[in-house]
């Protein structure tokens, strides 16, 4: 949360629940008595409440363990801490980055005995407290496979190459030129692994240019498969009169790749016996090791009855491979099956993965013959390690989830493949398309309805994260698609190397880096974190409710996450949602145009954009012609691509390209445009409108669900300033506001439902605040909507048992547009003033470690100490004397009087102003507050005020950066955080009066 003070007008918006908010939650009097227009019937609750829901949408835990140095009662204790937390669940995860110190296989490994009976200790406690758990595929990532070695056809193999340059009319008599570096996962310091490279063709080719050029531009009619002139590993070969060529051996080989973390910090020591290596993604024989591993070695009888019972997922995280090039064994006779071709005469093209070692001079053919290799590897991912490893973890009733990204694959479409796809806050801050990416994949695919992050990992943000950080690093996901996270993360509490307060697998990382934050009851902050996952369950009950709709689909063909970020900032800002398709998507049944909706018993996406492509697929071009032909609006932008992907009958298929993007053009439904800040008038001239419009608000993101009863939205401010205007929403009912952190929900009084199909209602949010509402018409949200609201005002209009009202805290004359027509108006004489609360007691909690320096068991201890002081003035911890590098926690209390004319009001407002890094709480007159608005601190008290004496207790809990930058200096290097109340804290009474 940051230091600034901030405002003390509340940043919440007029804004609505979910129709899902009030089942079993809070119901509707029976029979209420008749009201007057306006009136709320006798016994009729003014406000409803959206229960948290059951553990499978609550936000789970990534739970790091030091391998299995864990133990069944720890275990159940921390599994107990999570419940009593309100998260759903947690995920087993094995990282130790930061255990430099050998950890023997046979007390730490993944797979021993220690291991299984750890796994099955947090399967029963999770079992006793409904929760659900999740398992990683296998020890840290990728996925391995103990008992299998790089030359076999199980293990991960890549393509290599070895060169030589010779001089025109020369022979070249000698070995075959040996590959030009070692295998990708061999590294000093690793375990010594023995790799045989398999020769798969030998190439000569004339150079174009400089033998030294990168890439080296070889001559296309000039290159020969020279493979049959090799002998016993010999070449013989005399090259042409004319220029300098080369030779080019091309190899497969295993990559001898173990566990990630081996390759991270320069430290090594196994984490299974025998020692595992990277499987095949690409082969069936890879994904079978990895679940004949299981099967045969970790998956004992009581382990499977177990996950049965609470099993979740099993995990993959992201593809974080080393490798030159990916292959797999059958890749010669898999690529000529799916491509149409042999790949073996253009071998030498294909060399290099994130950039071509070898081109020809006219690039294109390059780019097509490479296009199409990693189209089938992103097939091969899909049919031989996605589809079987989903099937298998069937098998247990459980699901594959995994992170489609990091290797050349068509993401989205591996993303509708998957049982679960996730994706993450840390890699996609900076490529938000690659949620909408993965969005349109689980939204397409039907699989699941869950789209998943890995949320929460911050660089350098260990101890130094606040509740308000957490929140604000889950919302731009939400507003892109996700509806689920898993919290990076929660630690296992202690490790033979981690110091006070516990083990941390992140922190230090070599340099003093670090990722993430450290959750759990060590922090000072766990007191309050109810709240926070309170929050994040609720917003995931509302998007994970109905069907997902979206407005516009942006057409992609681009492997891996996107990097390549579609300019959608007009879009955004006219009102419109939107989602990157690649070509994988339009080839699932679901993607098919009825009544003018693309995919329209789904997504159903409006418009079709097709942004400016080099190239394109003839497939897709013909997809979107019949798409546009059934009357799918399609915005073709800027200038059409000429030359069509891949390089099978390149001539023809560029050929018939031009024809069919011609056709597309002369559509009645097709609209081209120069530039994407051109589309939404385009949009506008087809009749096509964003489904929650702005006026006066800039950086709005919005998701829409859609269920048999209501319309539910999700927006999020996400510029760094406060924002106020109204939105158009696409949908009928009436309007209510859901508060995701204290679950209320309350009927909306000022909102303009005059056109047809719209409700237009005033937001209101703080920097990085999402608004949740819902219109409905049905009554479903365990509270009364009356039919009389107004339609404009020019103050703040309520709902109450005697009609509407004028919410004001400044005396004056207010009038109101109702919506049967009539003017209103409401008078207020007087407001009490409002008062700044200066004068303070405050008790701190000074946390310490009970054994600086100490490991394992000993650093888990924490001592405090209690400092009391009085303050005339709210100011940092920082400026206090005594205070400077203290972490813990904090009580405010103040004590103020209310004149006697305080009991004209109808209430107050509490605004808290700025607080440090850390959480808050509030206490007043004894009572404690529902959860506070951790992004924004002010608090309607209600009626909870008295004329006389009142008590207000403030209690905050900070980071614990401050008090570690002392114990652990070296390592936790980030400036010192501002800390507690900050102030103004301010008492604001509010009268209300009758419209009429």
């Known amino acids: 949360m940051s230091s600034n003070p901030r405002e003390t007008s509340r940043r919440s918006v007029l804004a609505a629940g979910t129709a899902l908010a009030a089942v079993g939650a809070v119901g509707a009097a029976s029979s209420p008595a008749a009201a007057a227009p306006g009136e709320v019937p006798v016994g009729t609750p003014l406000t409803g409440t959206l229960a948290i829901p059951d553990s499978a949408r609550r936000p789970a835990f990534r739970y790091w363990w030091p391998g299995a140095g864990v133990t069944p009662q720890q275990i159940t204790r921390e599994v107990n801490a999570m419940a009593d937390a309100g998260f759903g669940g947690f995920e087993i995860a094995d990282v130790r980055n930061t255990e430099t110190e050998a950890m023997p296989v046979r007390s730490y490994g993944w797979g021993s005995p220690a291991w299984k009976e750890g796994v099955i200790a947090a399967l029963r406690a999770a079992k006793a407290r409904r929760l659900r758990v999740d398992l990683t595929v296998g020890p840290y990532w990728p ?38 570096s070692a295998p990708s996962g061999v590294k000093d310091g690793l375990p010594a692994v023995t790799v045989t490279p398999v020769l798969q063709a030998v190439h000569a080719a004339r150079v174009v240019g400089s033998t030294t050029a990168s890439p080296l531009v070889i001559e296309e009619a000039s290159l020969t498969d020279i493979s049959t002139e090799v002998n016993a590993g010999r070449l013989r070969w005399t090259a042409p009169a004319g220029g300098q060529w080369v030779v080019i051996a091309s190899y497969s080989r295993g ?52 996950l049965h019972d609470v099993g979740g997922d099993f995990f993959e995280d992201s593809l974080e491979f080393l490798t030159e090039l990916h292959w797999t064994p059958r ?110 994949g689980r939204d397409l695919g039907r699989r699941s309805r869950v789209l998943s992050s890995e949320m929460g990992a911050v660089l350098n943000g260990a101890y130094r994260l606040s509740l308000a950080d957490l929140v604000t690093t ?64 609720r917003v995931h009950e509302v998007l994970q409710s109905g069907t997902g709709k979206v407005d516009v689909a942006v057409y992609r063909e681009e492997f891996d996450s996107a990097s390549e970020q579609f300019d959608g900032a007009a879009l955004s800002g006219a009102g419109f949602s939107y989602q990157l398709v690649n070509w994988g998507l339009l080839r699932l049944p679901t993607a098919g145009v009825r009544d003018g909706r693309l995919d329209a018993k789904g997504v159903g996406y409006k418009a079709l954009i097709v942004p400016e492509l080099a190239t394109m697929l003839l497939d897709s071009a013909e997809r979107i012609l019949a798409f546009a032909r059934a009357g799918l609006p399609v915005i073709l932008v800027g200038d059409l691509p000429t030359a069509a992907t891949g390089f099978l009958g390149a001539a023809r298929q560029d050929t018939e390209l031009s024809r069919v993007l011609g056709e597309l053009s002369r559509n009645r439904h097709v609209t081209r445009v120069t530039a994407p800040a051109d589309i939404p ?20 993101l919005h998701v829409r669900r859609v269920s048999r009863d209501a319309d539910h939205y999700f927006l999020l401010n996400t510029t760094t300033s406060a924002v106020k205007g109204t939105v158009s929403l696409e949908g009928d009912g009436r309007p209510y506001r859901i508060d995701p952190w204290t679950g209320e929900v309350t009927p909306l009084a000022l909102y303009d439902s005059r056109q047809r199909g719209r409700v237009t209602v005033q937001v209101a949010a703080a920097a990085g605040e999402a608004v949740v509402l819902a219109l409905s018409s049905a009554r479903d949200f365990g509270c009364h909507s009356p039919a009389l609201h107004a339609v404009t005002a020019d103050t703040d209009v309520r709902h109450t048992s005697g009609g509407l009202v004028a919410r004001t805290t400044t005396p004056g004359t207010y009038t109101a547009r109702l919506s049967d027509g009539r003017p ?155 800390y507690g109340l900050l102030g103004p804290v301010t008492v604001t009474p509010y009268t209300e009066a009758a419209l009429a």
């Open 143 to 180: 996925a391995v496979a103990a008992g299998i070695h790089p030359d076999d056809d199980t293990a991960m193999k890549e393509l290599t190459y070895g060169q030589a340059v010779v001089d025109s009319d020369a022979t070249f008599d000698s070995a075959v030129p040996a590959p030009h």
């Open 255 to 306: 990559t001898g790749m173990i566990e990630r973390q081996a390759y991270y910090e320069g430290y090594f020591y196994s984490f299974t016996a025998p020692q595992a290596y990277v499987v095949d993604h690409f082969g069936a024989p890879g994904s079978q090791a990895v679940i004949d591993w299981w099967n045969r070695d970790l998956l004992t009888p009581q382990m499977r009855s177990l």
């Open 331 to 440: 890749m010669p006779q898999e690529f000529a099956a799916r491509r149409g071709y042999r790949l073996k005469p253009y071998l030498p093209l294909v060399h290099g993965q994130s950039k071509a070692v070898y081109v020809f001079e006219n690039t294109a053919t390059s780019d097509r013959v490479r296009w199409d290799y990693f189209q089938t590897l992103s097939d091969l991912y899909v049919d031989h390690h996605i589809t079987p490893l989903n099937d298998w973890a069937s098998t247990l009733g459980m699901r594959l989830r995994a992170q489609p990204y990091g290797a050349p694959l068509d993401s989205a479409l591996v993303a509708a493949m998957t049982g679960v796809p996730e994706g993450e806050s840390l890699a996609f801050g900076a490529e938000p398309d690659s949620f909408r990416m993965l969005a349109a």
């Open 474 to 537: 889950a919302n731009p996901g939400y507003a892109l698609g996700v509806n689920q996270v898993r919290v990076h993360g929660f630690p296992y509490a202690s490790s033979p190397a981690g110091q006070w307060p516990g083990f941390y697998p992140w922190a230090p990382l070599g340099a003093p880096i670090n990722f993430a934050e450290c959750w759990g009851p060590r922090q000072p902050q766990w007191r309050h974190i109810d709240g926070a996952s309170g929050y994040l369950a």
């Open 681 to 700: 008038t385009a949009l506008k001239r087809q009749d096509v409108m964003g489904s929650a419009v702005p006026d006066g608000i800039t950086g709005l």
């Open 824 to 978: 209103a108006t409401a008078r207020v004489k007087a407001v009490p003033k409002a008062l700044t609360l200066s004068s303070w007691k405050l008790r701190v909690e000074d946390w310490r470690p009970a054994h600086p320096g100490e490991t394992g068991t000993a650093a888990t201890g924490t001592v405090t100490t209690v400092h009391t002081l009085s303050l005339s003035k709210l100011t940092s911890w920082q400026s206090i004397d005594g205070l400077e590098d203290v972490s813990g926690i904090g009580t405010y209390t103040a004590s103020f009087t209310l004149p006697a004319d305080y009991a004209s009001a109808a209430g107050a407002q509490l605004g808290l102003g700025g607080i440090g890094a850390g959480s808050v709480h509030v206490r007043v007159n004894g009572h404690a507050l529902p959860p506070v608005n951790q992004i924004d601190p002010v608090v309607d008290l209600g009626t909870r005020l008295r004329p006389g004496s009142n008590t207000l207790v403030v209690t905050v809990a900070t980071t614990l950066l401050n008090r570690l930058k002392v114990t652990r200096p070296t390592v936790y290097t980030q400036p010192k955080q501002d």
